[in-house]
């Protein structure tokens, strides 16, 4: 658990470090006020990780026969309650950012709607991790975290010049999907939960158009019709997930 701290510390300052050496400071004030903005989506996982632990633990020894569906469930229910509050965030990043920042700022749009998809991402590793917890595998915590802050150091050294704090969020954003994709690898091949992958993916589809969205209609303006526009593109998604 040492050497895995060492390793997030790491890949979670990286991408300030290297805007600031490879691109300018400008653009790590971009990327830092974006991040800022996406914090509220840290304190949900945050909030969630403390009441998960002991919950996780009673369910496993109460309900032994059906742990597993309940996992699953709860990984699902996560992905798409993170999703709905990081998809509104992200549609809305523009507006949100004009009203409480200078102009200087409004660049940071597009790079926390691309942050927000991570940090839903990067949730969801708080079940995806249970398998390897429960068979007592946690060395492979390290492994995985080192080898993603590896590939973070790659994809920012690859994007940062091209698209400055752009590229740092996407190569956040990467980085934190394939550390969940790795440990829920290891969850089902060591201690597998009861998962419906199809409902997963609907909402994994669902969730990629929402951001998808968020990414490629980013507005400064408030502009009602697109605020109502984006409001029942939303609620769509939000009843077709339900």
């Known amino acids: 658990f040492i050497f895995a701290g060492l390793a997030y510390w790491l890949f979670s300052s990286m991408d300030r470090w290297m805007l600031t050496f490879m691109n300018s400071v400008e653009e790590t004030g971009i990327y830092s006020v974006a991040f800022r903005f996406s914090s509220v989506i840290i304190f949900i996982n945050i909030a969630f990780g403390r009441a998960w632990s002991p919950y996780a ?12 569906i309940i996992y699953a469930r709860s990984l699902l229910n996560l992905l798409f309650f993170t999703m709905m509050i990081g998809g509104a965030l992200s549609l809305f990043s523009g507006e949100l950012i004009n009203l409480l920042m200078p102009k200087e700022y409004s660049k940071s749009a597009p790079v926390l709607s691309i942050l927000c998809l991570g940090l839903v991402l990067q949730g969801t590793q708080q079940i995806t991790a249970i398998g390897i917890s429960i068979e007592r595998k946690t060395y492979l915590f390290a492994i995985m975290a080192w080898l993603t802050a590896s590939l973070n150091f790659v994809l920012n050294w690859l994007l940062i010049p091209q698209f400055g704090a752009a590229g740092a969020a996407w190569a956040t954003t990467i980085s934190y999907s394939s550390l969940t994709a790795s440990y829920l690898y290891f969850t089902q091949k060591l201690h ?11 909402i994994l589809v669902l969730g990629g158009l929402l951001f998808c969205t968020a990414i ?14 984006k409001m029942t593109i939303l609620i769509a998604v939000f009843l077709i997930g339900w």
């Not at 633990?57 to 597993?68: L, N």
């Not at 597998?192 to 609907?202: D, E, Y």
Request: glycine content about 0%; cysteine-free.
């Open 192 to 202: 597998p939960m009861a998962i419906n992958w199809i409902k997963l993916i609907r």
């Open 57 to 68: 633990i009673k369910v496993k020894t109460e309900f032994s026969e059906t742990y597993r």
């Open 216 to 229: 490629l209609y980013s507005s400064l303006e408030w502009q009602w019709s697109n605020i109502a526009l």
